[in-house]
């Protein structure tokens, strides 16, 4: 079966533009969670979503949006973007809204801001 | 909030040495907690997921330990191998925002050969 997948690996953007990046969960997962890696740090709660509405929110400012599809899919939006959004964006999957459930992660999307 | 540390920040060990890495959190209501590995530049592979109700899980090499009430994690790593070199990442769900897993910032280890 496959993992998590996100769509692009890498990609680079000029300040100011937007991004959307792509997640395909674990085929019967129904919750996604986006999450923010700057180098050297853990990763830093975005976004969940659960049977397409958003359960939860982390301390991210506005210009970062999200939404799940009906096939359980999700995409990260960032607008207006700026230097310090440069950073590997982690999508994970579990089955359920939390608690005992246990989050895969896909490989990332490193997204560079120039 | 739920704050976590994991001291050291690196570690540099020869092949077969056994290990200890250490994660603690600030907040010991959490719903479980989970080990993960990083390669450079890559996402993260779950290694061992600990419920609260349990005290440690383990995993071929890898034993995983967890104690609530002083707030601590560790992950224990036998025989250790260049291959096992990576950072290691631990994460709480803390009961008052189980939505969102809590990250320290890693260990990162080197097996010398």
Request: with cysteine; charged share 15%.
């Amino acid at each position: 079966d496959a993992g998590v997948t996100q769509s692009p690996t890498h990609l680079i953007k000029t300040r100011g533009q937007q991004v959307t990046l792509r997640c395909s969960p674990i085929s019967g997962h129904k919750s996604v969670s986006w999450y923010q890696q700057v180098l050297g740090q853990g990763p830093q709660f975005i976004f969940q979503y659960y049977e397409k509405e958003e359960r939860g929110r982390g301390n991210f400012p506005d210009r970062f949006s999200a939404r799940q599809f009906p096939n359980y899919s999700s995409e990260l939006n960032v607008n207006a973007l700026l230097l310090g959004d440069s950073a590997l964006y982690l999508c994970a999957s579990s089955g359920g809204l939390g608690w005992g459930t246990e989050a895969f992660f896909g490989q990332g999307t490193r997204l560079t801001v120039v | 909030k739920q704050e976590v540390t994991q001291i050291p920040a690196a570690l540099s060990v020869p092949e077969g040495e056994n290990l200890v890495l250490n994660c603690s959190f600030t907040d010991s209501a959490i719903y479980n907690l989970q080990w993960f590995r990083q390669d450079p530049g890559k996402g993260l592979t779950s290694l061992l997921l600990i419920q609260s109700s349990q005290r440690e899980q383990t995993s071929g090499r890898l034993n995983a330990s967890l104690d609530k009430s002083s707030g601590r994690s560790t992950l224990y790593i036998a025989a250790s191998q260049p291959g096992d070199s990576a950072t290691y990442l631990c994460a709480g769900r803390p009961s008052g925002s189980a939505r969102q897993l809590t990250f320290g910032s890693g260990t990162q280890l080197t097996v010398l050969p």
